[in-house]
């Protein structure tokens, strides 16, 4: 440890929300960049290294901006801090702190929480067609569904069109009771607990029966034309090709849409091709289609999540090189067999 140390003063009413309970931001920062920080009567004192000091107190001081500007400071955006500090990245945690996109229905501001997000909703803003490509929990679909309910809410557009292929995940659901809305209700529940989130269930409902949101699965849009629509497809690494080409071609006038996906957790039957890939392939150069792609360093859920889906990229990508060096040595040992 060096003793290197910056002084900086915090006033009263931000201490508390930078420090977080029982001190647990505090006692983050230190551990991860081997500082060590001292409070004194709202003097704040950062002993160590001099270019982990400086690291530490650039993020101290972005935290205290964000606390200044109304943020409530949550362990996301620490960790994010400290991942920017860490890995040298100019991007600071003010730049991505841009304007709400909305509040969701318990008042809490939405907006974008790390650089991936942040570019997502900026190429939302200027594309007509936008994939959102990247692991779970990246807020791909809860930021496209604040997105389309503000862009409502402003009479942008007429009405919301949320869908999603009804493919079970590994289980088999077998012959749910009901009638055919109970059915499906099950494979769109993710998309109405975010619409409740962000704009109630009174708002929601009222605004379905009057036939201007509309949750359905995917094999209902084929044969209409989608005009004046924020049309969203979620769980598109589900979609077989034909599936995915006839959903783009419902699309009308006025009408935007976001497509979200996560190539990694495909439910599809073994041997068949995900109409994301295919599309990725076929529509990556038109102009208004931008393709965004998160990765775990985006993921704004609790930070296990992270590790788990960290853990994942990096047993995944282990088990492809394995399959790779697999193929080269029988490649290998097929062209040295000598002929009969």
Known sequence: MGDYQVG??????????????????????????????TDRNGEVRITGEQEAV???VKLMQDLVELSKRGNQIQE???NYGLELAKEDDDQSLLDIDTECICHSISGKPIKPKTKGQLDYINA???????????????????LAMAMAITAFKNHEVERIILTRPA???GEKLGFLPGDLQSKVDPYLRPLYDAL????????????????????????????RTLDNAYIILDEAQNTTPAQMKMFLTRIGFGSKVIITGDASQKD??????????????????????????MTSRDVVRHPLVQKIVKAYEVYESNELKKQSRGQESFSKAGRNKKPR
Do not use: C
């Open 268 to 293: 599809l039957a073994v041997g068949t091709q995900s109409g994301l890939d295919v599309a990725e392939k076929v529509l990556g150069k038109i102009n208004d289609i931008a393709f965004i792609r």
């Open 124 to 142: 939302i803003r200027k594309n007509m067609i936008v994939f959102g490509l990247g692991p779970a929990g990246t807020g791909k679909t809860y």
């Open 167 to 169: 493919i079970e995940a």
């Open 76 to 78: 996301q955006n620490v």
């Open 54 to 56: 400086k690291k530490a």
């Open 8 to 37: 900086m003063q915090i006033a009263a009413e931000h201490m508390q929300n930078i420090f977080g309970g029982y001190d647990t931001y505090v006692k983050k920062i230190e551990d991860d960049l081997d500082v060590i920080i």
């Open 196 to 223: 409740y989130q962000i704009m109630g269930a009174d708002s929601f409902q009222k605004n379905m029966e009057k036939g201007l949101i509309e949750v359905a699965p995917l094999a209902y849009m084929r044969g």
